[in-house]
């Protein structure tokens, strides 16, 4: 995010230029240190008691508080037992640390039960980010929180507020991590399924009479779950709300009764303001909104997140209360709660994602060509009677060491060596029809020309039941302009101009890919390292829907020893 010219700071200002970003290293910037256990603790988030993954005993963890330019250093002590880990800073760019971007197999060795690793990383751009779990689908199980960057003292933002609050939005399972992944690998085949519980700031209700016969523990009256104030408000005052989605699965649609929103912010990039009353959201995307106090000071009102792309009338929408200074914050609002909009009107998710752009004061423009467009294809496969996700025909998988290790020591045994490919058919394949192969497994890298500018077109298609659902795709190591999203099948003769003459498109780290439609984004591989691309829903990832680009390996400073120590790695650690 570019910022306005500064009055004088104390301390002196170093600029660094990486491509188009501008990075701000302040003298006297802070170190923050955080130490953290992560542990399996019984957590009641909805009322049915289970064992979720923690920091410290909380989840949600706590929430990271930095200023732009800031060093992060976070402590990791892994005391799951019998579980390995890692965690991934959603939206951190890592620049100059690509090995603390926390994802297993790819960035790091994961982090042993019983070992302590630590994550040091700059805070080099202000904005709302996160952080989660990477290892297997240890997200679902509550590992994540928040990060909020700050802009430095004498910047001013173009808006403001007179306080602002953050709005963690998730999912919530009943059944275990352990035997969700087990059925996706097994033969046949077994989903997730719907989640029981939709969490805003780690709380939710589930009703524990649907129970029968009665599983587990569910108390309805445990302090851990039911109604709670998201926030209060003082009537004529005006807040900033950092919403993030760490949904598994879920796309969600979040909104305040009776008050509008005025998005700003989204993934850490000022956008041209505009206004909503539902704000969509997918898994991996953060914004920050403004709500104004303007309605009845007498009462309270909803805050609700509704399912949205998937028919999961099993699952109760999320809900909290926003209550006005006076009241009783735990009074229930006079009134429903708000439904949302119908779950299967895509056209409207389609239209905020369209509606979307840079503010007029802090566009990054974006290069006006790329020297290389990836089509990628994601298919739904049957391979070896496993059902699999597919890019281009391959299913991701994760080798046992790590990508950044492999490709800086020259490990060429550890992943595959032949690249995948860099289109499909795009005329002749059929998106409203499951995929006419198989397909195969593998762990291929795309190796991108370091400092060349890169497009991707993702293209959508139906899965074996036929459907289309939506696939939030999350880029590690950078933003990305996103082009323009288009219903139906890419077609390059009559759509290749949506992607050379788009004007203030926004800077973002996830982005999703509509039902039945593609999604075009380009980016500047200027960030030495290896990174990966993958749908942020966690099931699919598991399933193999990614890919892995490499740019500038040799450009890496020496890689710290302890992110080795497994696969082939084992004699550098």
């Not at 990271?64 to 991934?88: F, P, R, S, W």
């Not at 399972?173 to 989640?195: I, M, N």
């Not at 699965?249 to 005025?262: D, K």
């Not at 239209?351 to 840079?358: L, V």
């Amino acid at each position: 995010m570019l910022l306005p010219s500064p009055r004088p700071l104390v301390g002196a200002i170093l600029c660094f230029c990486l491509g188009t970003s501008l990075l701000l290293a302040v003298a006297d910037a802070n170190v923050r240190h955080y130490d953290w256990d992560i542990s399996y603790q019984q957590k009641s988030p909805d009322c049915f008691e289970k064992l979720a993954v923690t920091v410290n005993g909380e989840a949600p963890g706590p929430t990271i508080y930095a200023t732009q330019g800031d060093t992060i250093v976070v402590t990791v002590h892994n005391k799951l037992e019998t579980e390995n880990t890692a965690i991934h800073w959603h939206g951190i760019r890592q620049i100059g640390t690509p090995w603390a971007d926390g994802v297993a197999g790819v960035t790091q060795c994961p982090i042993l039960p019983g070992e302590t690793f630590t994550y040091r990383f700059v805070v080099d751009r202000a904005g709302t980010y996160m952080y989660h779990a990477h290892y297997g689908m240890q997200r679902v199980a509550g590992l994540n929180g928040m990060i909020v960057v700050s802009v430095p003292d004498g910047f001013v933002e173009p808006f403001s507020y007179d306080e602002e609050h953050t709005v963690l939005l998730e999912d919530w399972w009943h059944k275990s991590v352990y035997d969700q992944a087990t059925g996706l690998s097994a033969k046949p085949f077994v989903f997730v399924g719907e989640p029981q519980s939709l969490l805003i700031n780690g709380r939710g209700i589930f009703n524990c009479s649907k129970l029968v016969p009665a599983t587990g523990t569910c108390n309805s009256s445990s302090p851990d779950c039911g109604l709670r104030s998201l926030f209060t408000v003082v009537p004529g005052k005006t807040y900033l709300l950092r919403i993030g989605s760490l949904t598994s699965l879920s796309s969600l649609s979040f909104e305040i009764e009776g008050h509008s929103m005025t998005v700003v912010e989204a993934d850490g990039h000022y956008v041209r303001p505009f206004v909503v009353r539902n704000l969509f959201i997918y898994s991996g995307e953060t914004y920050s909104v403004l709500v104004k106090a303007d309605q009845d000071p007498r009462r309270n009102y909803w805050a609700t997140s509704h399912i949205v792309g998937r028919n999961a009338s099993t699952t109760p929408s999320g809900k909290a209360i926003v209550s006005y200074a006076g009241n009783d914050p735990r009074k229930t609002p006079p009134t429903a709660p708000t439904t949302g909009p119908p779950w299967n009107n895509t056209a409207i998710r389609v239209e905020q994602s369209r509606a979307i752009f840079a503010h007029p004061g802090y566009v990054v423009p974006a290069p006006a060509r790329a020297d290389r467009t990836l089509f990628l294809l994601n298919t739904q496969n049957n391979i070896d009677g496993h059902i699999k996700w597919t890019i281009n025909g391959v299913s991701l998988h994760f080798p046992a060491t790590p990508y950044l290790v492999s490709m800086k020591h020259g490990l060429t045994a550890a992943y595959d060596q032949r690249p995948p490919l860099d289109t499909y058919d795009l005329m002749g394949h059929d998106i409203s029809a499951p995929a006419p192969t198989n397909g195969t497994v593998g762990s291929p890298v795309y190796r991108l020309a370091f400092d060349s500018v890169v497009d991707v077109v993702l293209q959508n298609s139906n899965m074996l039941n036929n459907k289309s659902e939506s696939h939030p795709w999350h880029l590690h190591g950078h933003d990305f302009w996103v082009l323009g999203h288009g219903d139906g099948k890419f077609n390059p003769a009559a759509d290749a101009w949506r992607l050379m003459d788009v004007k203030d498109p926004i800077m973002k780290n996830t982005v999703p890919l509509h039902p039945d439609g593609w999604t075009a984004i380009r980016f500047h591989a200027n960030n030495p390292g290896v990174w990966l691309f993958h749908c942020h829903i966690e099931a699919h990832v598991f399933m193999g829907m990614g890919v892995v680009f490499e740019e500038g390996v040799e450009r890496v400073r020496r890689l710290p020893s302890s992110i080795m120590g497994c696969g082939h790695s084992k004699g550098l650690h």
